[in-house]
Nanobody
Framework: QVQLLESGGGSVPPGGSLRLSCTAS????????MGWFRQAPGKEREGVAC????????YYTSSVKGRFTISRDSAKNTLYLQMNSLKPEDTAMYYC????????????????????WGQGTQVTVSS
């Protein structure tokens, strides 16, 4: 019974910060690449940031580069997304996801690459 449990969402003004957390259970955490995805009303789900099982490789979508930081803590089986300088366009439901990573040459960050998903946590950045 794999479970990804998210927390840390909320409502903030433009320019504010939030830190999202995702705690994984039912899997061997260090065998899985992890990612954060988001979906706004009327838009497709997109990969925001992803991190390899070792933590050595990361990917960020261009719109969040320099503002968001993804990290993981193996001792806590937890994934984080630090979000700074938030903009109204960041408003979305944010999802944590995982896939078993075999290759260390790259980390995938497409919706179709991920097997396990959390329930989502809402992030709202007011105008």
């Amino acid at each position: 019974q794999v479970q990804l449990l998210e927390s840390g969402g909320g409502s903030v003004p433009p320019g504010g910060s939030l830190r999202l957390s995702c705690t994984a259970s039912g899997l061997t955490f260090d065998d899985y690449a992890m990612g954060w995805f988001r979906q706004a009303p009327g838009k497709e789900r997109e990969g925001v940031a992803c991190i390899s099982r070792s933590g050595g490789l990361t990917y960020y979508t261009s719109s969040v580069k320099g503002r968001f930081t993804i990290s993981r803590d193996s001792a806590k089986n937890t994934l984080y997304l630090q979000m700074n300088s938030l903009k109204p366009e960041d408003t979305a439901m944010y999802y944590c996801a995982a896939y078993r990573q075999l290759s260390l040459l790259s980390v995938q960050c497409g919706v179709g690459d991920y097997k396990y998903w959390g329930q989502g946590t809402q992030v709202t950045v007011s105008s």
